[in-house]
């Protein structure tokens, strides 16, 4: 679709964008949301450690 989209040349009427930049933000979003998946489950995972655990509490 996006191939298609990119070939058409069809743009936004608002702004004048390639309707191709504005479908492509999703999977570049969905790939950066995997990623930091598998980041977030590597240090859970491998090292142990589970997120915000590094926080040091000053409380008395």
Do not use: C, H
């Amino acid at each position: 679709m996006l191939n298609f989209l990119e070939r058409t040349g069809q743009r936004t009427q608002s702004l004048g964008v390639s309707v191709y930049w504005v479908y492509l933000a999703l999977p570049v979003g969905m790939t950066l949301m995997g990623l930091r998946m598998l980041q977030r489950l590597w240090i859970v995972g491998v090292k142990g450690q589970l997120p915000g655990s590094n926080i040091i509490d000053k409380t008395p």
